[in-house]
């Protein structure tokens, strides 16, 4: 079967804290996927290797078959991933339609450019709107970043991640600090963004419901370990989650 | 070349380093316990350098008293400082560029004050009686007022080791990631930690130029020369990191003195190109880990 | 009035182009005019100065050195080598400068913060004292006197317009700059340093790049003030020379682009009336600028756009940084 992503024997370690502990798993392409977990479980931490901000102490990471460790973010990124944040990353003082842009001329590789006016780029300013479409943000497209709502700074992470056109997208907790309706909104909104951008999608989540409401495959971590993964079902039933993990959840 | 000529040398160097650590552990121990950059740290050396003539040679106090009530007065000045302007924009975005900013005013302004005050003409302080010769070992000369100023840095050290080890307040401080809100949640009262820390290292930067007035001639407008040789030192040891400050102003302390003794026309080039020569090969410092120079 | 921008842009910036273009017509002093140029100078190193600080967030206290490079570049090849040196000498101080920027940048870009501030600042001294020191090239701190352009330039009206024409033409590529799809990611890295990296762009390099670019034109500023005033002095490269373009970008404000310039007029015209009054300048400048940072982060510009938006109800104003 041919991965899109594969992660082998990954480990990591902060002092004596194993945050990775032999992790392996492969993401198959156009597939959504999640990783579930308790806070500490490592979650975050894997997402950071698999992007270049931290170096694994071991193990591998390929994707589409090149080798990761070792890269940069930025060459990371060029290769097709594309990250949205726990904690919203955007540009606060820059537009909401500039955050986009930033993105767009960057795919497109034009920040080299020093002469032309950076809102006079068709094919980034079409793009761009096209993203705000997707996301509703419309409206919101004038203003600086910093005044939006905490839960549409979130969405704009993810915009700005999609306008990258990454072939993986990895998404650390889209729903982190929403409303209960603002989390439903986004569930719907991310299972669209999905099939209307043919993402392979891995999504890191608290939120059950939207954990086993769109995701085709999940992996538990937990004290750095893979101690399961497969189909909602049956996640739902393993008994190492169930202790590890959702016993605590639902009481 | 001979040994007591080297020997000597080597002694000069020692008490210059000791000058340098002096300063430069002022300005790492800001920086450490409040994340405050304090570029104007060379002002307060100045100032306590004018202060401790004022009180030494104008009012006729004795030494060493002096070089106690200069330091607490520049200490006094910098608490103010801290109280008035500083602890403004404390939470800003882009806080550091502002706190060089509010600095590098404060350095404006205390170097005019002082050209108000004392003139623009060198002071100096004579050493104290008892120490205006020399001890002979072997056929080297040691001033024995470089020895004394080495004697205070040991002080100095000592008494940092036993507060940096030995109590609660120094185990805060030591453990140099600590942010205002860490230290907030630790019960501190952060406002008036600041202030007095402020006072503190101010204070220890006046005592230190109050010290060296007796060797070196004391002008306004010292402050920056001092301020970038204390920089060099903590890019040497790593910021906030007390004892890699040592090995960097005894490194520095030593290259200078022996620079003024061979090639004295460039001397004032050498700090410089020990920095560059660190920056090019060691970048993260000679004595610390790389990540805490992130700050 | 709710012209679009971009014709209010092009209004003031005629006004601008007027107001100096007048100034040998209407005032009768050389005195005056020389005011007038060493504004025109200033504004454009405070300027591209800020596209370091206040567009990219890296706070630099050592762009005197690329000044200095500029000045003494034309200052020794037209008082040594011929006055018809000097178009050549602009060119050269402007690789020199280059070539330096490239490599001190390479140096200090690894540092952030206040580290980086201060690496700058000890590379720009270490250059002063070189400066100082090295007598037999630069004269010490006698510095070069009787730095007389060739031609038409000698001039001193002439050669003001010339300034006028450089700069506008400098501030008018570097505005270009700041809009532009660079100036852009320029203003991402100070806002958020990791997203730039997430969105596959090299925070070093674009850093590095401003850098450069930035210090190109502190050289040419510093070129054009060695053949206005004739005279050049190592104070030019002295840590105050950094500082003034530090204090005119608070003064007008830094996130403006505009800021910068107006801080130039603001700052010299001051030291020109307090500093013929009294010895003590900076104490005054640096009370104001202590002001201006506790009360008024925004600046002059920032300050009154701010106040100007309010009365008129308009709440989509930046935020001050
Ligand atoms: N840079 C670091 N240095 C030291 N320890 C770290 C570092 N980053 C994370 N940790 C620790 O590693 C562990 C895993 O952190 P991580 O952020 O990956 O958890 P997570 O699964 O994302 O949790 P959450 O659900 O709360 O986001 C935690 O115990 C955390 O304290
Ligand atoms: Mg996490």
């Given at each position: 079967?041919?991965?899109?992503?594969?992660?082998?024997?990954?480990?990591?370690?902060?002092?004596?804290?194993?945050?990775?502990?032999?992790?392996?798993?492969s993401i198959r392409p156009q597939e959504i996927a999640a990783i579930i977990g308790p806070n500490g479980a490592g979650k975050t931490t894997l997402f950071n290797q698999i992007t270049g901000q931290?170096?694994?102490?071991?193990?591998?990471?390929?994707?589409?078959?090149?080798?990761?460790?070792?890269?940069?973010?930025?060459?990371?990124?060029?290769?097709?991933?594309?990250?949205?944040?726990?904690?919203?990353?955007?540009?606060?003082?820059?537009?909401?339609?500039?955050?986009?842009?930033?993105?767009?001329?960057?795919?497109?590789?034009?920040?080299?450019?020093?002469?032309?006016?950076?809102?006079?780029?068709?094919?980034?300013?079409?793009?761009?709107?096209?993203?705000?479409?997707?996301?509703?943000?419309?409206?919101?497209?004038?203003?600086?970043?910093?005044?939006?709502?905490?839960?549409?700074?979130?969405?704009?992470?993810?915009?700005?991640?999609?306008?990258?056109?990454?072939?993986?997208?990895?998404?650390?907790?889209?729903?982190?600090?929403?409303?209960?309706?603002?989390?439903?909104?986004?569930?719907?909104?991310?299972?669209?963004?999905?099939?209307?951008?043919?993402?392979?999608?891995?999504?890191?989540?608290?939120?059950?419901?939207?954990?086993?409401?769109?995701?085709?495959?999940?992996?538990?971590?937990?004290?750095?370990?893979?101690?399961?993964?497969?189909?909602?079902?049956?996640?739902?039933?393993?008994?190492?989650?169930?202790?590890?993990?959702?016993?605590?959840?639902?009481? | 070349?001979?040994?007591?000529?080297?020997?000597?040398?080597?002694?000069?160097?020692?008490?210059?380093?000791?000058?340098?650590?002096?300063?430069?552990?002022?300005?790492?121990?800001?920086?450490?316990?409040?994340?405050?950059?304090?570029?104007?740290?060379?002002?307060?050396?100045?100032?306590?350098?004018?202060?401790?003539?004022?009180?030494?040679?104008?009012?006729?106090?004795?030494?060493?008293?002096?070089?106690?009530?200069?330091?607490?007065?520049?200490?006094?000045?910098?608490?103010?400082?801290?109280?008035?302007?500083?602890?403004?924009?404390?939470?800003?975005?882009?806080?550091?560029?502002?706190?060089?900013?509010?600095?590098?005013?404060?350095?404006?302004?205390?170097?005019?004050?002082?050209?108000?005050?004392?003139?623009?003409?060198?002071?100096?302080?004579?050493?104290?009686?008892?120490?205006?010769?020399?001890?002979?070992?072997?056929?080297?000369?040691?001033?024995?007022?470089?020895?004394?100023?080495?004697?205070?840095?040991?002080?100095?050290?000592?008494?940092?080791?036993?507060?940096?080890?030995?109590?609660?307040?120094?185990?805060?401080?030591?453990?140099?990631?600590?942010?205002?809100?860490?230290?907030?949640?630790?019960?501190?009262?952060?406002?008036?930690?600041?202030?007095?820390?402020?006072?503190?290292?101010?204070?220890?930067?006046?005592?230190?130029?109050?010290?060296?007035?007796?060797?070196?001639?004391?002008?306004?407008?010292?402050?920056?020369?001092?301020?970038?040789?204390?920089?060099?030192?903590?890019?040497?040891?790593?910021?906030?990191?007390?004892?890699?400050?040592?090995?960097?102003?005894?490194?520095?302390?030593?290259?200078?003195?022996?620079?003024?003794?061979?090639?004295?026309?460039?001397?004032?080039?050498?700090?410089?190109?020990?920095?560059?020569?660190?920056?090019?090969?060691?970048?993260?410092?000679?004595?610390?880990?790389?990540?805490?120079?992130?700050? | 009035?709710?012209?679009?921008?971009?014709?209010?842009?092009?209004?003031?910036?005629?006004?601008?182009?007027?107001?100096?273009?007048?100034?040998?017509?209407?005032?009768?002093?050389?005195?005056?005019?020389?005011?007038?140029?060493?504004?025109?100078?200033?504004?454009?190193?405070?300027?591209?100065?800020?596209?370091?600080?206040?567009?990219?967030?890296?706070?630099?206290?050592?762009?005197?050195?690329?000044?200095?490079?500029?000045?003494?570049?034309?200052?020794l090849l037209v008082t040594r080598v011929g006055a018809a040196w000097f178009f050549p000498a602009l060119g050269i101080g402007l690789a020199t400068a280059a070539l330096i920027s490239l490599l001190?940048?390479?140096?200090?870009?690894?540092?952030?913060?206040?580290?980086?501030?201060?690496?700058?600042?000890?590379?720009?001294?270490?250059?002063?004292?070189?400066?100082?020191?090295?007598?037999?090239?630069?004269?010490?701190?006698?510095?070069?006197?009787?730095?007389?352009?060739?031609?038409?330039?000698?001039?001193?009206?002439?050669?003001?317009?010339?300034?006028?024409?450089?700069?506008?033409?400098?501030?008018?590529?570097?505005?270009?700059?700041?809009?532009?799809?660079?100036?852009?990611?320029?203003?991402?890295?100070?806002?958020?340093?990791?997203?730039?990296?997430?969105?596959?762009?090299?925070?070093?390099?674009?850093?590095?790049?401003?850098?450069?670019?930035?210090?190109?034109?502190?050289?040419?500023?510093?070129?054009?003030?060695?053949?206005?005033?004739?005279?050049?002095?190592?104070?030019?490269?002295?840590?105050?020379?950094?500082?003034?373009?530090?204090?005119?970008?608070?003064?007008?404000?830094?996130?403006?682009?505009?800021?910068?310039?107006?801080?130039?007029?603001?700052?010299?015209?001051?030291?020109?009336?307090?500093?013929?009054?009294?010895?003590?300048?900076?104490?005054?400048?640096?009370?104001?600028?202590?002001?201006?940072?506790?009360?008024?982060?925004?600046?002059?510009?920032?300050?009154?756009?701010?106040?100007?938006?309010?009365?008129?109800?308009?709440?989509?104003?930046?935020?001050?940084?």
């Open positions: 079967m041919n991965a899109l992503l594969r992660v082998e024997q990954l480990r990591k370690a902060f002092g004596g804290l194993k945050v990775t502990d032999e992790v392996s798993f931290l170096p694994p102490d071991g193990g591998r990471i390929r994707f589409e078959e090149v080798d990761l460790v070792g890269r940069s973010p930025q060459d990371i990124v060029r290769l097709g991933i594309g990250r949205s944040f726990q904690i919203a990353s955007i540009f606060p003082d820059e537009s909401v339609r500039d955050n986009l842009l930033a993105a767009c001329l960057s795919r497109l590789n034009q920040t080299r450019r020093l002469w032309r006016p950076y809102t006079s780029h068709l094919q980034a300013g079409e793009e761009a709107m096209a993203i705000l479409a997707s996301l509703g943000l419309e409206s919101q497209a004038n203003r600086p970043a910093y005044e939006l709502a905490h839960g549409d700074q979130k969405l704009l992470d993810i915009g700005i991640a999609l306008a990258l056109r990454p072939k993986l997208l990895l998404m650390d907790e889209p729903t982190a600090g929403m409303s209960p309706e603002e989390r439903q909104r986004t569930r719907t909104l991310i299972k669209k963004l999905w099939q209307e951008y043919r993402l392979t999608l891995v999504f890191i989540e608290h939120d059950m419901d939207m954990v086993f409401g769109i995701a085709e495959r999940i992996f538990v971590l937990n004290h750095g370990r893979l101690i399961a993964e497969g189909a909602p079902e049956s996640i739902r039933a393993n008994r190492d989650v169930i202790t590890a993990y959702l016993g605590e959840e639902t009481g | 070349m001979d040994f007591a000529f080297l020997a000597t040398q080597m002694v000069s160097g020692f008490s210059l380093a000791t000058l340098l650590f002096l300063n430069a552990s002022g300005l790492t121990l800001i920086f450490g316990v409040g994340r405050i950059f304090n570029f104007a740290h060379g002002s307060f050396y100045m100032l306590g350098a004018y202060f401790g003539y004022q009180v030494s040679a104008v009012w006729g106090l004795p030494f060493w008293p002096a070089i106690l009530v200069a330091g607490a007065a520049a200490g006094i000045v910098g608490s103010a400082s801290e109280y008035l302007f500083l602890r403004r924009i404390y939470g800003r975005p882009h806080e550091g560029g502002f706190q060089i900013l509010l600095t590098y005013c404060l350095i404006l302004i205390f170097d005019d004050l002082v050209k108000m005050i004392w003139g623009s003409e060198y002071k100096s302080i004579a050493k104290p009686p008892g120490f205006l010769g020399a001890v002979q070992v072997g056929d080297v000369f040691i001033p024995t007022y470089n020895l004394a100023i080495i004697a205070v840095g040991l002080l100095v050290v000592l008494a940092a080791w036993w507060i940096l080890s030995r109590t609660r307040a120094g185990r805060i401080a030591r453990a140099s990631a600590v942010d205002r809100e860490i230290l907030g949640c630790l019960g501190v009262n952060v406002p008036l930690t600041l202030t007095v820390v402020f006072g503190l290292a101010t204070a220890l930067g006046g005592m230190t130029g109050a010290l060296a007035a007796p060797l070196r001639s004391v002008t306004p407008g010292a402050g920056i020369e001092i301020i970038i040789d204390s920089l060099i030192v903590v890019v040497l040891g790593g910021m906030g990191n007390f004892w890699g400050a040592w090995f960097g102003a005894i490194l520095l302390g030593e290259v200078n003195a022996f620079a003024v003794a061979f090639v004295p026309e460039w001397s004032s080039l050498f700090s410089y190109i020990v920095m560059v020569l660190t920056l090019i090969f060691r970048p993260e410092g000679l004595f610390a880990p790389a990540r805490i120079r992130k700050a | 009035m709710d012209l679009p921008r971009r014709y209010k842009f092009g209004l003031l910036w005629t006004a601008g182009l007027l107001v100096f273009a007048l100034v040998p017509l209407l005032m009768t002093s050389r005195y005056q005019m020389n005011l007038a140029g060493h504004i025109l100078v200033w504004g454009l190193f405070a300027v591209s100065f800020n596209m370091l600080w206040g567009v990219t967030g890296m706070l630099s206290f050592g762009q005197a050195l690329y000044y200095g490079i500029g000045a003494y570049s034309v200052g001190v940048g390479l140096l200090v870009i690894r540092m952030t913060g206040v580290y980086f501030t201060m690496l700058t600042l000890a590379f720009a001294q270490l250059a002063y004292q070189v400066t100082l020191k090295w007598r037999d090239l630069t004269g010490g701190d006698d510095g070069i006197q009787g730095i007389i352009p060739p031609g038409l330039l000698a001039d001193k009206t002439f050669y003001y317009y010339v300034v006028l024409a450089v700069v506008f033409f400098s501030i008018w590529v570097l505005k270009r700059m700041a809009y532009s799809p660079f100036g852009l990611v320029l203003r991402c890295i100070q806002q958020n340093p990791e997203r730039v990296r997430f969105i596959g762009r090299s925070v070093r390099m674009n850093q590095l790049r401003i850098y450069v670019i930035s210090s190109l034109f502190a050289a040419a500023a510093g070129a054009l003030m060695a053949g206005m005033d004739s005279s050049i002095h190592p104070d030019m490269l002295y840590w105050t020379t950094s500082g003034e373009v530090i204090l005119m970008s608070v003064l007008g404000g830094i996130n403006r682009f505009f800021g910068p310039f107006i801080g130039a007029i603001v700052l010299i015209l001051l030291e020109d009336v307090i500093g013929a009054k009294t010895e003590f300048w900076p104490i005054v400048i640096g009370s104001v600028i202590l002001v201006i940072v506790i009360l008024f982060p925004r600046g002059v510009v920032g300050e009154a756009q701010h106040l100007w938006s309010r009365f008129r109800g308009d709440s989509s104003q930046r935020s001050p940084a």
